[in-house]
């Protein structure tokens, strides 16, 4: 008799799906905000799924995770105290960390599970959450940012999917309020989704951002297990602009994706994504 398969499918779009064999079913649970599952996959190794959306796996998690840290913090001069917005996984705490001038960076959380969960099945990404420079909040993310304001060298804001919990972290108050809570030349960036299949939600962020912050750049990735593996950030800053980085005083740290080499090239956009953002 054969040995059944098992598959898992994220619909990525209405018309399309992104399947992945899985040898087992590690740990789900329902949580206050969200449906949460662990899963062991033969392509990408473990992989973290909230509400049916891939949040990350072992083996592609780094082209994620250094591209929406090293980027601001490299631009950044002296970011000495940072604060990631979600990114439950640690992940981007991780990362952060690889940084000796941050003395304090904080994980605003809004579920405990997802951190819970990460640190049990996830160590090789979220080791760095014991770390004693790191600190983890377990608070929404949109009430934090407006009530601490002038607080931040870099604000980075791993969102998931603008779904759920997430929704308020991709309209224009919750920027306003990034920027309030930022030092006089904080920056920050998020995760803008797919120039593939968000055109609409990359353009009104792109915009919103552009008005509120005198200093806005998109820069795109590559992330395999994301919707079309394309990826946009958007980051917005009050003094400094990454286009005007010196690479050469840029450190060579442990890194897999990033490099000071590639650190302005991310902002060379293709024309169909230049269009986007007009």
Known sequence: MAEMELWFTEQQTPDLGFTCKITKTIYTAKTQYQDLAILETKQFGRMLVLDGAVQTTIADEFCYHELISHVPLFTHPNPKKVAVIGGGDGGVIREILKHDEVEKAYLIEIDREVVEASKKYLPEISYALDDERAEVIITDGIKFVSENKNMFDVIIVDSTD???P????FQD?????VFECLKEDGLFVAQTE??????DLIKNVFHTVKSIFPITRLYLGFIPTYPSGLWSFTLGSKRYDPLEV???RIKRIDTKYYNPELHKALFALPTFVQEIIK
């Open 162 to 164: 603008p779904i759920g």
């Open 166 to 169: 997430a929704v308020g972290l």
């Open 173 to 177: 108050s919750f920027y306003k309020a």
């Open 194 to 199: 797919s120039p593939f299949y968000d055109k």
């Open 246 to 248: 010196d690479i050469s």
